[in-house]
């Protein structure tokens, strides 16, 4: 696909996501609660996320953060931090999409050892209609404040996965064991984004919790931004028209900047590109063209070309980690920093609505057409064009394309009212579907010898 030379724009500011009356941002900013360090137990470091009032005024942490290591995780690790939208006409008539816990339950102390530091993990409990995403340390035995961190509204959120290992307690000589875990976002829905929000559950042994652990992640749905799309072209004369149409912007998503595999951390990926834009751009291509200036009806057959190419979207999903027909990623991440997250494009912006096996089709698709007499024929097929770009416009990865059998259209010239040109159903060589098709409509069989053949351009790109 042929496109201009991409040039850096000035980078927006992310805007917060919103579900509801639920605002969800990020930040990069933690202050440090309690780490291992001194005590007979593996490393490990417990954080606050800490939302600058100036950048973030309003918004709430929804559980501390614990790593396996001490060390510092500013700049490094990005976590989720949530707000009520003050906006008019957003209050949800559900109820505050944010509310405070009711109080606070114990799970886990450090006591019973030779080690001065008193530190402590507690569970929020939520309101009724309100669940907490994760858990809150303190650096003494002290229950923590109220308004430390935000219960969510139920509805906002989804029901998650225990996760793998963060941290226990072994060797640290507590007399009550202790495990803390993350938390692994669900299979996204189409069109839908679940995410963690770096926060961890934590239980008293050091088992893996079973499923009946309460565990959330946060979720989105994929902004999608629809525009008109190009109009199918029309024959006005026996002359052959023109190889393309106007290619258009149709359908462009905007996803977080989790969601693409693109810098080396997570701080630096959210700080460079907040977000990014995926592009859809159709094209009508011409596959063929005919006068038929008999007094006979005339069969017709072109080769239609393929827009998919495997190579090219190998490529573009090593580069992002974005698969097109299922959700991704595929595989668990290795980053720890990385968020966990699980999304997927919505299907009417991946022609997947019926199937997503055409991704995998790469036979081109043979046309037949019966031409009616004294007309001039043309058949098109729409190709739509994916480009994934950053937030100051820059490209991440290459131009991709997708066509199927159900986007083949054709047009005439003349209109006749007692008679019409007919289209085929499609065919990928080799089918007999085609014959049996044209051995029905009135009696116009296929002539013994190969049919011509109308080539199309190779470069079929915009």
Sequence with gaps: MKTQEKTSQPIERMEPIKLDNLLISFTTEFHRIWETRGSRSSPAGFWRPTPAPDALPGYFPLGD???????????????????ESDSEGIESSRGKALM?????????????????????????????????????????????SSNVVRCIREDLVIAARVGDSIWNDKGSGATQNFSAWSIEPPTAEPGEIYFAAGTFIGVQSHTKPSTHIAAYAL?????????????????????????????????????????????????????????????????????????????KRKTLKWSAPRAQNATAMQIFN??????????????????????????????????????????????????????????????FQLHSYYELTRADGTPVATIFGYSDDSS??????????DEQSILCPSAVSGST??????????????????????????????
Excluded at 65 to 83: K, W
Excluded at 236 to 245: C, F, I, K, L, T
């Design 65 to 83: 953060i614990a790593i396996h290591s001490s060390a510092d995780i500013n700049g490094e690790i990005v976590a989720a931090v949530v707000c």
């Design 100 to 144: 405070r816990p009711d109080d606070f339950e114990l799970v886990w102390k450090h006591s019973g050892s030779s080690i001065s530091t008193r530190t402590s993990i507690w569970r929020p409990i939520a309101p009724v209609g309100y669940v907490a995403l994760g858990l809150v340390c303190s650096n003494d035995h002290s229950k923590p």
């Design 219 to 295: 979720r989105m749905q994929i902004p999608v931004r629809t525009d008109s799309a190009p109009a199918a072209p029309v024959l006005n004369q026996h002359s052959v028209p023109s190889d393309a149409g106007t290619a258009m912007t149709t359908q462009t998503v905007r996803l977080p900047w989790f969601a693409v595999r693109d810098y080396t951390t997570a701080g630096e990926q959210f700080l460079k590109s907040p977000f990014y834009l995926m592009k859809r751009t159709d094209q009508y291509l011409l596959i063929g063209f005919d006068h038929n200036d008999t007094d």
């Design 318 to 379: 090593r580069l992002t980690s974005i698969e097109i027909e299922k959700a991704w990623p595929v595989t668990a991440l290795s980053d720890v920093r990385a968020t966990r997250f699980s999304a997927r494009l919505h299907k009417q912006f991946t022609h997947t609505e019926e199937l997503a096996s055409g991704w995998e089709e790469s036979r081109p698709p043979i046309v037949f057409t019966i031409a009616a007499k004294k007309t001039s024929v043309a058949v």
């Design 408 to 417: 083949i259209y054709l047009t005439e010239y003349p209109t006749q009212a």
């Design 433 to 462: 579907k085609a014959e049996v098709f044209l051995k029905k409509n009135d009696e116009v069989t296929l002539p013994p010898q190969p049919m011509e053949v109308i080539q199309t351009a190779t470069d079929t790109a915009p």
